[in-house]
């Protein structure tokens, strides 16, 4: 809604500045998006008058005039075909700036004879840009030489944009809706316009006969007949409110129409009375199939559930929408069938929305005007139609209204209203509220009962008026307290906890936080090689989703940050980590029947130099034992117990390189290098690598740390080294050194793995450093020998290793 | 007797601070002191001296070696100490090389902000709550009294998976089902952070966006207890000389209504770029949750009142960074994350 600020002034006498009523307005829930002036451009320009014409000595086409411009006259050249001895016309003098142009204007000569400055086009104004506009000179009807050319054209104003939410769009959509709010804000009386008829002519009546099929889609109809108008443009004043409140003049006929529109809220539709055959009117749903070429020249189908206003014969106009072309208004036309009415509001929004069609008058309509205005706008349309048009009133009106909506009543408890709000307002000030805003009261019973007039219909319950209440209190005057009460319990749930402390730890091996979209692209689970049978294909797909590479829910997260990784490598970044905690969406069955499940997942996913190594050290790159170490890490932080790995088959991962994850024997997920397939599908440089882990599942491991005493005796250290085969796996030697050394093993660590010279090919050295220690002793060198021994002879019988220390 | 000790005394000192290093020092020390040096011998020749002398000789000679001992001593550590500075300013380094690398992963700008959010509501004795992004449509909008011709429901702003099912279009279906589930205990405190969906892609408009939502339901919750806790919010986000207004606005689960705007927290409220001249910035809708919404949760509304509120993270982070693009929460470009 636009609302010019000089024209809200026909309404109430506000002496706010346009800045101020803008701020009252927000406040009270009108937001006021902004201050515009439409006058914007031509500061400086004024108005001049032609006082004499002549051609120019040396150019055929150009003709020197000589222009009042108040203080004095100049002298200008022009090559406009419309000029004439006595008109008034825009003057832009040197230094003045024309809208759009970046220089300011000097003084020109046109072969020989000097022009101080130019005479101006509706174009050159930036006000128009029909033909019409760029081929002459414009030609005010209003202003006096030298006057502001801005104030000649009614242009010295500032128009505010509202951003109405709907339920103020139902009342405020109009310039008596914001200037009943406008009364509200300031204690000011609305002035309605007076509406003058001129009295019906005699003799040539005009008839027509009008049929509502169902009165629920059009509670009411009501119709005027205006005979022997001549169709002109509007005057200005109209056709400039017209323009600020962002519609575009036509001619009287219609402009008047947009106009009563503006002022009351209630849309009018003239028709070209002479074109409606019969001189009948019937309100009835469309035909199936039925065919409708509106005003804008489109012929529509049109289906049952749109409501039309039809003829004897036809339809000549989508209610409430807009106007059929064979019934409209031209030059020609002579007589107005005028239409004030209103209809059911689902019915013209479900119609104008399914053609692409919203209009002024459909908004409106879709929002619900005031079923009891139809008559003072009809009038008032007729009225100034008569006034503009010359015309005389030969019918009407006829008004098809069956059943009369009496005001709304709603009960109003007070002290409910104390008690939403938290203020202690009295009974006065409460009423005193709801009859600023035409509301009446009635306060005898404990309930109050508020009269609502139909313009409200946004009112319909106690809260609604609870609200009112609020607004006109003003929000700013309620008074801030802090709830009471004990505060419930703290369920941070320990999950957000242990996700919060999982992303530190992360987060310090070095792993980015990513947030990713939720959505697959089909495409996906090709670039994973996924197969056939894989329950990751059974993907939820959106009904209308926005792209094909947003059409389905994701069932895995770490594909995700693969695209993340690609992202980042293609804008030259030469490699880093990236982790999730996010949803994947399963559906048991497809299409859903129920809520699918939403499982939370820990994804992870690295490439190329994840770390500099800086001037001195080594670069950290991605690699399967950063991820190991990265996902030990973890669970050693979170105390989530015993992992192990178990060899894996997942067809997204290299053969060779993935595991699968157990948490204190649970699997948990699996990890490993990209197989280097998917890596070049997601248009990777290898090698990456990526782990997608059951968040939950890993997360219930979460173990308050065990304490043990620490150590009261000495430890003893020993090294191993032998040589394996290569099939025999690491954890494999560890778990013989572990069973065979018993209790007195403290620890033991790997502390080198060679391959190569003089190590026999398909063997390998590992070398392991135990520490033996007893809680109850220091132990003596016999008994540590005693277990070593032990242990060196269990990895020669068990594992035929060949020991080397 | 005496002159013989009184030389080598004279030469022992100078031949100590003559030393050029510990080591001639040391030389020096067995030459005057050890088991063969000249004081050593002095002693050693005593035997032949009149027994009436030697107290007073060896007493000569024990002070002459107390001296010696005393000046080796100070010269060892005058010694000692340039030797040190030597060595120390062999070691000098280049400080202006960098320090080393270690790992540091970001938390997302989003998420940080987020837990911010959440961590302030958690320290007003709020819980956190959860619900589906894959929604009942009744729950996204009947339950919270969005009827089935509201322009919000209008399939082209939202994502639907089946008719019954839609990506959820904001987290106030949570407010439901936790009334649901907890009715008819009271209070009722929680927020609600996660994932929300749009059928919306633009500069400020993300498919995928966030949004933390907050309910109270009590005996006696006021709109001036919402203003309250809001207030607290934002002076505790960002900063004690924050003022917050709020404007009546239309939310259907909520009436009476309000979008709440903070002073901005750019030019604390005198007018810039950011706030478009206006000195406030909006940060979140709110309002006393509706009775219908009350009732669809379980409650009685002429029994109990409540509050709700709904932010949008993506917007907090955007004003608070000044970020334009909201695109860029998404991307998880390198440079963007680093930033934070
Ligand atoms: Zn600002």
């Given at each position: ?658 595991a699968s994850l157990l948490c204190n024997g649970v699997p948990v ?114 008994e540590v020998d005693a277990v070593h021994d032990r242990v060196r ?13 | ?190 927020i609600a952070p996660g994932r929300v969906y749009r059928r919306d ?140």
């Open positions: 809604m636009r609302v010019s600020y000089e024209w809200l002034k026909d309404y109430i006498d506000v002496d706010l500045s346009p800045a101020e009523l803008a701020e009252r307005l927000t406040a009270v829930g009108l937001a006021v998006e902004g201050l515009e002036d439409p006058g914007a451009g031509l500061a400086g320009l004024l108005v001049g008058k032609i006082l004499s014409l002549a051609p120019h000595p040396d150019a055929d086409r150009l003709q020197v005039c000589q222009v009042d411009i108040g203080k004095g006259m100049v002298q200008m050249v022009s090559g406009a075909p419309n000029l004439a001895v006595g008109q008034l016309v825009p003057v832009a003098l040197p230094g003045a700036k024309l809208p759009g142009l970046e220089s300011r204007l000097q003084a020109m000569e046109f072969r020989g004879v000097t022009s101080q400055g130019m005479l101006c086009s509706t174009w050159e104004l930036g006000l128009g840009d029909t033909e019409a506009d760029r081929a002459g000179i414009m030609i005010l009807e209003e202003g006096q030489p030298g006057d502001k050319l801005s104030s000649a054209l009614r242009l010295d104003d500032v128009v505010l944009v509202l951003e109405l939410t709907p339920n103020y769009a139902v009342h405020c959509q109009s310039m008596l809706g914001v200037a009943r709010e406008v009364a509200m804000l300031t204690g000011l009386a609305v002035k309605e316009p007076a509406i003058i008829l001129p009295d019906s002519a005699h003799g040539a009546e005009k008839r027509v006969r009008v049929d509502v099929v169902d009165t629920e889609l059009c509670p009411r109809y009501s119709t005027r007949i205006i005979s022997d108008l001549e169709t002109r443009p509007s005057p200005l004043w109209m056709q400039q409110r017209l323009r600020k409140a962002g519609m575009r003049p036509i001619n009287n006929l219609v402009d008047v129409t947009n106009y009563v529109m503006l002022e009351m809220g209630q849309p009018l539709h003239a028709f070209d009375y002479e074109r409606v055959q019969d001189k009948r009117i019937i309100v009835r749903p469309a035909l199936p199939g039925e065919l409708l070429i509106t005003l804008d020249g489109m012929e529509r189908e049109l289906q049952e559930d749109d409501l039309v206003i039809a003829d004897a014969k036809r339809a000549i106009g989508l209610a409430g929408v807009m106007g059929g072309e064979n019934t409209e208004v031209g030059p020609a036309t002579r007589h107005v069938l005028l239409e004030s009415a209103c209809f059911h509001p689902t019915t013209i929004g479900r119609t104008s929305r399914r053609l692409g069609l919203v209009s002024e008058a459909s908004n409106r309509f879709h929002k619900g005007v005031d079923v009891n205005g139809c008559i003072r706008a009809l009038d008032r349309a007729a009225a100034l139609l008569a006034q503009l048009g010359g015309g005389r009133l030969t019918a009407g009106p006829i008004d098809v209204y069956p059943h009369p909506v009496p005001p709304k009543q709603i009960l109003l408890r007070p002290a409910r209203v104390n008690k939403v709000l938290g203020t202690e307002l009295s009974g006065e000030e409460m009423a005193n509220c709801l009859e600023r805003l035409g509301l009446s009261v009635r306060r005898e019973t404990a309930a109050w009962q508020v009269t609502v007039p139909t313009r409200r219909g946004d009112l319909q319950e106690e809260v609604d008026l609870i609200e009112e209440v609020a607004r006109v209190y003003g929000y700013d005057r309620i008074p801030a307290t802090i709830p009471g009460g004990m505060a419930s319990e703290q369920l941070v749930t320990e999950q957000t906890m242990v996700q919060e402390q999982a992303g530190q730890i992360l987060r310090g091996c070095g792993l980015n936080e990513a947030v990713t979209y939720s959505f697959f692209d089909r495409r996906d689970l090709d670039r994973l090689q996924l197969p056939a049978f894989a329950q990751q294909r059974r993907l939820i797909p959106l009904a209308n989703p926005l792209r094909e590479e947003q059409a389905f829910m994701r069932t895995l997260l770490f594909p995700k940050l693969l695209e993340a990784c690609a992202f980042n490598a293609s804008h030259q970044t030469l490699g880093g980590a990236f982790y999730e905690i996010g949803p994947v969406y399963l559906a048991d069955d497809l299409p859903l029947q129920d809520l699918p499940a939403e499982e939370l997942r820990l994804a992870m996913a690295a490439y190329g130099e994840i770390m500099s190594g800086g001037w001195s050290g080594r670069p950290v790159t991605a690699g399967f034992f950063w991820l190991k170490g990265v996902i030990e890490t973890l669970a050693q932080g979170l105390h989530l117990g015993e992992l192990a790995f178990r060899p894996s088959d997942q067809p997204s991962f290299h053969p060779g390189r993935q997920g699996v990890f490993g290098e990209i197989h280097p397939l998917v890596a070049e599908a997601y248009d990777i440089p290898g090698p990456v690598v990526a782990a997608e882990l059951d968040w939950q599942a890993l997360a219930e491991n979460k173990r308050l740390p065990e304490y043990r005493p620490l150590a009261r005796f000495p430890a003893v250290h020993r090294d191993l080294a032998l040589i394996v085969p290569d099939e025999i796996p690491a954890a494999r030697v560890a778990a013989v050194i572990t069973a065979a050394a018993g209790p007195l093993l403290d620890g033991i660590v790997l502390f080198d793995v060679y391959q190569g010279q003089p190590v026999p090919a398909g063997s390998r050295s590992l070398a392991y450093s135990l520490t033996y220690r007893s809680p109850e002793r220091t132990l003596t060198d016999a002879t269990a990895l020669q019988t068990e594992l035929r290793a060949n020991l080397r220390s | 007797m005496r002159e013989k000790v009184e030389r080598i005394l004279q030469q022992a000192q100078e031949g100590i601070a003559a030393a050029k290093s510990q080591q001639e020092l040391e030389s020096l020390r067995v030459s005057l002191l050890g088991k063969k040096g000249q004081l050593t011998a002095l002693l050693r020749g005593m035997g032949e001296l009149d027994p009436q002398e030697r107290p007073l000789v060896g007493q000569m000679v024990n002070e002459a070696r107390g001296q010696l001992e005393q000046l080796l001593k100070e010269r060892r550590q005058e010694l000692e100490a340039r030797e040190l500075q030597e060595r120390l300013a062999t070691e000098r380094i280049d400080i202006t090389l960098p320090g080393l690398p270690f790992p540091r992963g970001r938390e997302h700008v989003l998420q940080a902000t987020a837990r911010a959010i959440e961590r302030i509501f958690l320290s007003m004795g709020f819980s956190i709550a959860q619900g589906p992004e894959l929604e009942w449509d009744y729950l996204n909008f009947e339950a919270l009294n969005i009827p089935a011709d509201h322009p919000a429901r209008d399939m082209q702003d939202s994502f639907y998976v089946t008719d019954e099912i839609v990506l959820r279009t904001q987290t106030s279906p949570v407010q439901v089902r936790t009334m649901q589930q907890m009715t008819p205990n009271l209070p009722v405190r929680i892609d633009d500069v400020t408009h993300s498919p995928v966006f966030h949004q933390i939502e907050g309910l109270v339901v009590d005996q006696d919750i006021t709109m001036g207890d919402l203003k309250g806790t809001l207030r607290a919010f934002a002076y505790r986000m960002y900063g004690p000389q924050t003022r917050i207004r709020l404007r009546p606005s239309y939310f259907p689960f909520t009436e009476p209504s309000a979008e709440v705007d903070v002073s901005c927290t750019i030019c604390g409220g005198t007018g810039c770029r950011v706030c478009g001249e206006t000195g406030w910035l909006e940060i979140l809708g709110c309002g006393m949750v509706h009775p219908r919404v009350l009732k669809n949760g379980g409650y009685d509304p002429d029994r109990v009142t409540g509050f709700a509120f709904g932010l949008g993270i993506e917007r907090v982070a955007m004003l608070k960074y000044g970020i334009d693009d909201i695109r860029l929460f998404y991307q998880n470009d390198f440079r963007f994350l680093r930033q934070f």
